[in-house]
């Protein structure tokens, strides 16, 4: 299973962005899909998550500034990010949790990041 992200850029404070996570490969279903972070020299955290179902959860940092939401029709998540501070600059992550569609093996996959900076 592979993901791939896209949308970080360098935004001005107060800013908007929309990051997408596109999966694809041996899917059979996917349960959760996660949101992380990694500013420099910090630990990576969860930003946000959303279950199969729709349920959400988001870090203190971000509740009412972000929304996660997924179309599990086309194996995508999104994070919509407004009021962009300077300290939610990082590098974000996509983590995808589910079963392969052959073996119905569990599977746990990351994608390689997109950069989001917040500057003026």
């Known amino acids: 299973v592979q993901l791939v992200e896209s949308g970080g850029a360098l935004v001005q404070p107060g800013g908007s962005l929309r990051l997408s996570c596109a999966a694809s490969?041996?899917?059979?279903?996917?349960?959760?899909m996660v949101w992380y972070r990694q500013a420099p020299g910090k630990e990576r955290e969860l930003v946000a998550l959303?279950?199969?179902?729709?349920?959400?959860n988001y870090a203190d940092s971000v509740k009412g500034r972000f929304t996660i939401s997924r179309d599990n029709a086309m194996n995508m998540v999104y994070l919509q990010m407004n009021g962009l501070r300077p300290e939610d600059t990082a590098v974000y992550y996509c983590?995808?949790?589910?079963?392969?569609?052959?073996?119905?093996?569990?599977?746990?996959?990351w994608g390689q990041g997109t950069l989001v900076t917040v500057s003026s």
């Open positions: 983590n995808a949790r589910g079963l392969l569609s052959t073996t119905w093996a569990p599977f746990n996959a």
């Open positions: 959303i279950t199969s179902i729709g349920n959400t």
């Open positions: 490969g041996n899917i059979g279903q996917i349960n959760g």
